[in-house]
């Protein structure tokens, strides 16, 4: 085969590949998320394994520091003394940023609906708008519990994994902030009028995702200290 005869051929495949229907593209895209989400679980499985392990195996007392005491004295990870247990997060505060994260993803999941239902970008911009406003608050929320924690990433190995799972957490709020964004602009277009729906799926799948790990992980957090 000469390089006219392979360039032709390749051009051709790309044109091939340049002209798949909507749902063809969609399968294709559709199984890039689910891996992309799979990849995700991994790491998640992850936190739940270090976090059950660490609570379990309690080195020197320092999961919250029970045995430190005034005659009983523990050190922090700079060699700091501490003489009491380690005051545990404020569990509505967790609680609360799941819940916030979870009607982020269920706006989502509104507009999806109405747009699988062909409605007009007057319905389905101001779901998503609704979506990309709670997970802002989700966000600013998670920064501010930053900033009332009652221990430092130091004081043991329940803070420094609480505050792991609290990075996680801001770092996929980010990622959902940045769809949603996207997502609503588009909407505003009228992309997503006449059965366009397929964008508005994937992101939804990761959203609802981001929105049920972050609540198992402040249930583990709240309740298994």
């Known amino acids: 085969m000469s390089v006219t005869e392979s360039t ?8 091939e590949g340049h002209h ?25 499985a992850l936190e739940i394994f270090f ?9 020197n007392g320092m999961w919250i520091g029970a045995q430190c005491s005034p005659a009983n004295q523990c050190t922090d990870g700079l060699g700091n003394p501490i003489s009491h247990p380690i005051t545990q ?21 509104f507009g999806e609906v109405q ?3 062909s409605a007009p970008k007057s319905v389905v911009t101001p779901m998503l708008g609704f979506g990309v406003l709670f997970t802002l608050l989700a966000l600013a929320l998670q920064f501010w519990q930053f900033q009332v924690l009652p221990f430092t990433t130091i004081d043991g190995a329940y803070a420094s994994t609480f505050t792991f ?3 996680a957490n801001i770092a996929h709020f980010l990622i959902v902030l940045t769809i949603g964004i996207g997502i609503f602009n588009r909407s505003r277009k009228g992309m997503y009028e006449n059965g366009n729906w397929y964008q508005l799926h994937l992101s939804r799948l990761f959203a609802v995702w981001v929105a049920v790990s972050c609540t198992i992980l402040a249930v583990m957090a709240s309740f298994f200290a």
Do not use: C
């Open 8 to 15: 032709d051929h390749s051009a051709e495949e790309h044109a």
């Open 20 to 44: 798949e229907t909507p749902q063809e593209r969609h399968k294709k895209e559709h199984m890039a998320t689910w891996l992309f989400i799979g990849g995700d679980m991994v790491v998640f």
């Open 51 to 59: 976090w059950f392990y660490l609570r379990t195996l309690n080195t």
């Open 89 to 109: 997060e404020t569990t509505w505060h967790t609680l609360l940023i799941a819940a916030v994260i979870i009607l982020a993803a269920v706006f989502i999941w």
């Open 115 to 117: 747009a699988r239902k």
């Open 165 to 167: 799972i609290m990075g």
